[in-house]
């Protein structure tokens, strides 16, 4: 999604996990046995029965966002599995962190390789990602004038890849 500050885009993506289908009890499972796994699960929610929804800030590290560590750990995308990552401030993301998550979204895993061995996660999430039309954010606004060259616009945009963008099926 791209608009201005303000428009609504956040309260959307927030919103993106209502909309979808109860899990299911194999899903349920599933994303409990994950979240067993990166110990996020307590006495007082021992399994998770609602779709996933992960919003990790901007600086997130490679092994944050995907996983890993010398014992790997799941990442943001397989803590997401079922359910919705959300990448608020997209461009604001380091490029090589963004690049990482072409596998997992084309393949629905991801993989971890250690000289000690392997690690397979789940990785299969809606991918909802929200971003200013421009640095200001203004660009295109009818209530508050643009202050960026047309440089600048272009340089903020293309700190997303195509091969990245290609895999959002749908740009609002």
Known sequence: M???????????????TTILP???????????????????LTPERPYVYERPFRAPHHSVSDAGLVGGGV???????????NGVLFLDELPEFKRNVLEL???????????????????????RVMLVGAMNPCPCGYLGDERTHCSCSPSAVERYRSRISGPLLDRFDIRV
């Open 2 to 16: 791209v608009g201005p500050p303000g428009s609504g885009k956040t309260m959307l993506a927030r919103r993106v």
């Open 22 to 40: 109860s899990m299911g009890w194999e899903e349920s499972v599933e994303s409990s046995c994950i979240y067993s796994v990166a110990g996020l």
């Open 71 to 81: 014992n790997p750990k799941p990442g943001e995308v397989t803590l997401a599995h």
């Open 101 to 123: 998550l072409r596998q997992p979204l084309e393949d629905g895993v991801v993989t971890i390789a250690r000289a000690s061995g392997s690690a397979v996660f789940p990785a």
